[in-house]
Each structure stands twice: as C-alpha cells, then as structure tokens.
C-alpha cells in the first residue's frame, strides 16, 4: 500500500520561508514522478510543482517560478518544497503526489493517484 505524508507546514509572516517535506512509501520512490499542489478555501486543487524522477527534470507554475523550489532525495524516499518571498496569496493547504504514470512530470490532479492528507500553510500580511 502506498503512502504519502506531507510536513512542515505552518504559520509564516510575509516574505518568510518554510520548506514542506513529503515521504513516499510502498513502492520504489525513484520510479516515479512527484507533485506539490494546493488548494485555497472555495478553489480548485492546482500545480505548484512537478519532478521527474531522477530530479533532473522539473515544473513550476508560473506564480511561483523563482520563489519555490523542488527537490528530491531518492536515498530518503522524500521531496521537497523549498518556499522562499512567500506572500499571503500563497496560503492554502499543500498537497503532495506521487504520479500515475511513472515519467510523466504531470500538471493536473489526474496525473497522480496517490496523495498525502495536506498540509496548512499560512502566510501573514
């Protein structure tokens, strides 16, 4: 059975950091692609992040282009989402995924099939 945990979420004032970290288990972590996506009250779930699976490979959604970064750790079975100039609009809860089809680095929810419970991030103004 596969698993995915999401941490580190929290609350952060404008322009803070935090770094979200996601375990995968269940299946050979290194064979497939990951996802970050999330979610804001009343919006659909969207991409913030996508990684091939050997990392070399990633996706940004255009809001957080230069802000966020993802990487993965192969040896831990964990991804990572470094966010950096966060601003209020980046408060949702933050998924992670693992992908559907192994290589492909996808951008829509349909791309993934298994997901982790989320995690809140809250960012002050």
């Known amino acids: 059975q596969v698993q995915v945990v999401e941490s580190g979420g929290g609350l952060v004032q404008a322009g803070g950091s935090l770094r979200l970290s996601c375990v995968a288990s269940?299946?050979?972590?290194?064979?497939?692609?990951m996802g970050w996506f999330r979610q804001a009250p009343g919006k659909e779930r969207d991409v913030v992040a996508a990684?091939?699976?050997?990392?070399?490979?990633?996706y940004y959604a255009d809001s957080v282009k230069g802000r966020f970064t993802i990487v993965r750790d192969n040896a831990k079975n964990t991804v990572y989402l470094q966010m950096n100039s966060l601003n209020p609009e980046d408060t949702a809860v933050y998924y992670c995924?693992?992908?559907?089809?192994?290589?492909?680095?996808?951008?829509?929810?349909?791309?993934?099939?298994?997901w982790g419970q989320g995690t809140q991030v809250t960012v002050s103004s």
């Open positions: 995924a693992s992908a559907r089809v192994a290589a492909v680095i996808g951008r829509r929810k349909d791309d993934y099939d298994y």
């Open positions: 269940g299946r050979t972590f290194s064979d497939y692609a």
């Open positions: 990684i091939s699976r050997s990392g070399t490979i990633t």
